[in-house]
């Protein structure tokens, strides 16, 4: 066994391979960018080598940087983690030549599976299940529109050098096909420089199921079972689990030999994952096979007790695999959240800042957080946006899910936006519960888990939501006068009473609540009958309508009891400086509680700059200089972490000058555009 790693990463993978590393007495060491200096990753290494400037390609992506490291420290092996250099045959090689052990597949491996239609074709050799459809050599539109005839649509064009869902297109029909192929081609030059294109069945309502893999130098192979990651939303991962649900035993192993066929297929050693689409009807296709650790490795070894670091760092020192296929079983079911600074109702848009706020639910055997950073760190432009992955255990399905929400309802961050409540959302919704799951679930979910306001949600809103919300703060005050109360020398001060006294005031309190961003003047008046006391609530939006509802009750701790029109039901409130949100049974309601401006906020600089929020390419630039733009209109488009995304204007407002032009590289925190904000609104306001 090695007795010095190098980790070629950062972030949680490399904290989570540190922690294997340590558990077996192998020391660690980190390397690090400008941004990361005093990140927890280099903290809990041995050692650390600086490797250079924040963005990526000058630090983490320069394999001759990554080799100095290890030679300089004398580790004796490389663990790539996963992204970054981790399918980098390039760097495969370089280890190798330098003697440094690459925790990871051999090079041909790698190279196997670098394009889809050379993978597909060796897959096709070993009798491994593909989509029906053509990847050959002759790219003549006739000879592909041929193939999808025969075939039938709906099809699916997808270049062969793809990756992100880039250069993809769905064709419904014939008549479609010959504009689908002429826009996935210019897509796949774009991103890849490279048009070739394959052709296969578009199935409607796919799942996708994968299968860890492991295979050692000694012939030795094993699957460890599947996870299904149909939940994605821009063909990528947003919650997982494993096992998979209604998988028959017969279906699995099926699955899991045929895996294994596929690795043996190239030489296999090492984690490796195959990628599987898994049709209505039980039959299964290959999809690619990524050589490496995957990101949601966890849920497989909450299910299999098993530890895959532990097990890669074996295999790469040249020992057997730990177990054989008959000792490793299933036990119970685990469920993996990725949580990361974006926001999903703009597109999940990344998003960066300080985690002013950051306190995760207690880990225990049925909740693991692995993360890479602490309170009061910073997200950075520079990389990918995750947070963390909250993981969670339980006997079965149902019950891992009802720890999952509670994990999630306890999770608070604050000074980044992130996803929590929508994976909160989805989590709780009736199709999730019932496993109803294919990969548009997100899509066919969509009013469910953003909460869209068709009447009945907007009439609960008005009429439960908003007073819960509104009495919860009115309450909370309440009780915090109490408090001082008890601490003041009068405590019969008619100041501190908490009941409807006022001087010279109606017995009113009035505030405003923001929900998606329109406001709800609300005014809560405490009434009395009999010796009860209840509070009518009334609730404007935009001066059009008015609710009013009588309600009681009371709080505890987190937890909020209210009583409207006869019916009592329960909140747990997570409230933080403005912000507050109620999660019930069906989702999360966020609220910002709105005070009121007497002056000190204003911002009178109407100029500025809009920052790229993360590091990536120019893909279109949409609007010239000089134009004028309405509040939330599209200004470019930016692709990073495989994923484009729209920069909209913050308001509206004029375009001075765009510094960048489509194909640029551009580094996170840089200004994308001169923007100055129109005048009017603020003449308006004076
Ligand atoms: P990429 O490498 O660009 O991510 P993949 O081939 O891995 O592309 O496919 C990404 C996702 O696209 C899959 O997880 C699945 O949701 C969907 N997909 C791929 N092929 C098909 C197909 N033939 N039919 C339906 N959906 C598909």
Redesign the pocket.
């Known amino acids: 066994m090695f007795s010095k790693i190098l980790i070629a990463n950062r972030g949680e993978i490399a904290c989570r391979i540190i922690k294997t590393a340590k558990k077996i007495g192998i020391l660690t060491v980190a390397v690090y960018s400008d941004a990361d200096k005093d990140s927890l990753h280099v903290h809990m290494a041995d050692e650390a080598v600086y490797l250079g400037a924040s963005p990526s390609r000058e630090s983490y992506l320069v394999i001759e940087k990554v080799i100095a490291a290890a030679k300089k420290t004398g580790a004796q092996a490389i663990h790539p983690g996963y992204g970054f250099l981790s399918e980098n045959a390039d760097f495969c090689r370089a280890c190798q030549q330098e003697n440094i052990t690459f925790i990871g597949p051999p090079v041909a491996a790698i190279e196997a599976m670098g394009s889809?239609s050379a993978a597909k074709n060796i897959m096709a050799e070993a009798n491994v299940p593909l989509?029906p459809g053509y990847h050959g050599d002759d790219q003549n539109e006739q000879t592909l529109k041929q193939a999808a005839d025969d075939m039938g649509y709906p099809v699916?064009l997808?270049a062969t050098a793809?990756?992100?869902?880039?250069g993809?297109r769905q064709v419904w029909n014939e008549a479609e096909f010959s504009e689908g192929f002429a826009a996935a081609k210019r897509e796949a030059m774009s991103s890849f420089g490279d048009d070739t294109m394959l052709v296969?069945?578009?199935?409607t309502q796919?799942r996708?199921v994968e299968i860890q893999v492991f295979c050692d130098n000694h012939q030795n192979a094993v699957y460890l079972f599947e996870r299904d990651c149909s939940v994605?939303r821009r063909?990528q991962k947003v919650i997982e689990e494993a096992p998979a649900f209604s998988m028959s035993e017969f279906l699995r192993s099926k699955m899991g030999e045929t895996a294994i066929k596929s690795a043996q297929a190239i030489g296999y050693q090492g984690a490796g994952t195959v990628?599987f689409?898994l049709d209505v009807d039980g039959s299964f296709y290959f999809?690619?096979m990524n050589t490496r650790l995957q990101v949601e490795h966890p849920v497989t070894e909450m299910i299999s007790g098993q530890d895959l670091v532990e097990w890669q760092l074996r295999v790469a020192a040249g020992e057997k695999l730990p177990k054989t296929q008959e000792e490793l079983t299933i036990t119970g079911h685990s469920f993996e959240a990725r949580i990361y600074a974006e926001d999903p109702s703009n597109d999940f848009l990344p998003a960066t800042g300080q985690l002013n706020l950051l306190k995760t639910p207690l880990e225990s055997k049925h909740v693991r957080i692995d993360t890479g950073v602490r309170q009061g760190d910073e997200v950075s432009v520079f990389y990918d946006p995750m947070i963390a992955k909250l993981i969670v255990w339980d006997e079965n399905r149902d019950k891992a899910l009802q720890r999952l929400a509670k994990a999630l309802r306890e999770y608070r961050i604050d000074g980044v936006t992130t996803n929590i409540e929508f994976l909160y959302n989805l989590a709780t919704t009736d199709a999730f519960k019932n496993a109803d799951i294919d990969?548009s679930f997100i899509e066919k979910n969509h009013q469910a888990i953003f909460h869209q306001a068709d009447e009945k949600q907007h009439d609960e809103l008005l009429t439960k939501q908003l007073p819960t919300a509104a009495l919860y703060i009115v309450l909370a005050l309440t009780n915090k006068n109490k408090e001082q109360a008890a601490l003041s020398n009068d405590r019969h001060s008619p100041w501190h009473m908490t009941n409807a006294w006022r001087l010279n005031e109606p017995h009113n309190h009035s505030l405003t609540l923001a929900y998606n961003d329109i406001d709800y003047a609300i005014t809560i008046e405490q009434k009395r009958q009999a010796s009860a006391v209840y509070y009518q609530i009334t609730i404007s939006d935009a001066g059009t309508t008015s609710h009013t509802v009588d309600c009681q009750g009371e709080i505890e701790g987190e937890n909020i009891t209210v009583t409207i029109d006869g019916h009592r039901s329960q909140s747990i409130v997570a409230h933080h400086e403005n912000s507050i949100s109620l999660y019930q049974e069906h989702g999360v309601f966020s609220f910002s509680h709105i005070l009121p401006d007497h002056g000190e906020n204003q911002d009178d600089d109407n100029h500025g700059g809009l920052m790229a929020p993360m590091n990536g390419t120019m893909v279109s630039v949409l609007v010239t200089p000089g134009e004028h733009v309405s509040k939330d209109q599209p200004l470019v488009i930016m692709e990073a972490m495989k994923m484009e995304h729209t920069i909209k204007a913050p308001s509206d407002g004029v375009v001075n000058e765009v510094f960048f032009s489509a194909g640029d590289m551009v580094n996170g925190g840089a200004e994308l555009l001169d923007f100055s904000t129109l005048a009017t609104s603020k003449s308006e306001e004076a």
């Open positions: 889809k989509v699916l997808k793809g990756g992100g869902g880039k993809m296969e069945k578009y199935l796919p996708h994605q063909h990628e689409l999809m690619e990969t």
